[in-house]
T-cell receptor
């Protein structure tokens, strides 16, 4: 079974530039998550999709971050404009459902460096 | 505020030795607790999951314990191997009407040396 795919794996940009990350979840997984993991910290949920609808985006900095999952499969996360503090690993995860025991499977992440 | 605290922050042990990682949580309501292993440059992978009624769960050389009364969990690694070098993250789940919320610890960075 193929895992969660993410691209690019690494990205270096200057502050105020824009960047986009792509995620392809495990086939059949209805729930998709984007996390931000700052070095030395645990992942922080940015946004959760159930199919193509947003379930939770309470911690998404909406003035600069946006995400979409138009057809309920792939998803993109965009940052515009980027700040220095956005330097982090952005993890995408998916699960079969959003319920109690559904394990989240994580992708390898995209490491973003903002200079 | 829901919180998960892990200790130690980092640990270095010799190959073949055992070690125990700790996790204390203040998450309410509690649904389940998972330990994840995160290799450098990779996403976290689930090792064990425990619900309120379970107090121990094993996965090979990994054994997790849960004391729901004191809100503590531990992950014991037996006969460590070089491949155990990774970050181990404790994650507590809280399931409410708003859905399943995960609270992540900051992880314990384990290094196994020859």
């Amino acid at each position: 079974e193929a895992g969660v795919a993410q691209s690019p794996r690494y990205k270096i940009i200057e502050k105020r530039q824009s960047v986009a990350f792509w995620c392809n979840p495990i086939s059949g997984h209805a729930t998709l998550y984007w996390y931000q993991q700052i070095l030395g910290q645990g992942p922080k949920l940015l946004i959760q999709f159930q199919n193509n609808g947003v379930v939770d985006d309470s911690q998404l900095p909406k003035d600069r971050f946006s995400a979409e999952r138009l057809k309920g499969v792939d998803s993109t996360l965009k940052i515009q404009p980027a700040k220095l503090e956005d330097s982090a690993v952005y993890l995408c995860a998916s699960s079969f459902g959003g319920t109690l025991y559904n394990e989240q499977f994580f992708g390898p992440g995209t490491r973003l460096t903002v200079l | 505020k829901n919180q998960v605290e892990q200790s130690p922050q980092s640990l270095i042990i010799l190959e073949g030795k055992n070690c125990t990682l700790q996790c204390n949580y203040t998450v309410s309501p509690f649904s389940n607790l998972r330990w994840y292993k995160q290799d450098t440059g990779r996403g976290p992978v689930s090792l064990t999951i425990m619900t309120f009624s379970e107090n121990t769960k094993s996965n090979g050389r990994y054994t997790a314990t849960l004391d729901a009364d004191t809100k503590q969990s531990s992950l014991h690694i037996t006969a460590s191997q070089l491949s155990d070098s990774a970050s181990y993250i404790c994650v507590v789940s809280s399931f409410t009407g708003g859905g399943n919320k995960l609270t992540f610890g900051t992880g314990t960075q384990l290094k196994v040396e020859l």
